[in-house]
């Protein structure tokens, strides 16, 4: 069973940036999806931006502002997270092959 372990999460002002990493423990084909999720207090999960070797898709609210990457050779996925808004504050989970990692928080202040 692959883990996934997040990091970069915190707490920023409006405007700001933050950078989010995933690395699984063991790899996963880059023709796989690995993506990025969060859940606000009082909503569902939704996605944000996942990526393959054959296609990247973003969240129409995080289009333009939000950048994924992945890494296949350190097993990593990677979410650049520019011009911060209160309403991106949220719960940022990792996924990837049927496994969600545990989360970090993102909170961005107004």
């Known amino acids: 069973q692959v883990q996934l372990v997040e990091s970069g999460g915190g707490l920023v002002q409006a405007g700001g940036s933050l950078r989010l990493s995933c690395t699984a423990s063991?790899?996963?084909?880059?023709?796989?999806?690995m993506g990025w999720y969060r859940q606000a207090p009082g909503k569902e999960r939704e996605l944000v931006a996942r990526?393959?070797?054959?296609?990247?898709n973003y969240a129409d609210s995080v289009k333009g502002r939000f950048t994924i990457s992945r890494d296949n050779v350190k097993n990593s996925v990677y979410l650049q997270m520019n011009s911060l808004k209160p309403e991106d504050t949220a719960v940022y989970y990792c996924?990837?092959?049927?496994?969600w990692g545990q989360g970090t928080q993102v909170t961005v202040s107004s």
């Open positions: 996924w990837g092959v049927g496994v």
């Open positions: 990526i393959s070797s054959r296609a990247t």
């Open positions: 063991r790899s996963i084909p880059s023709i796989s999806f």
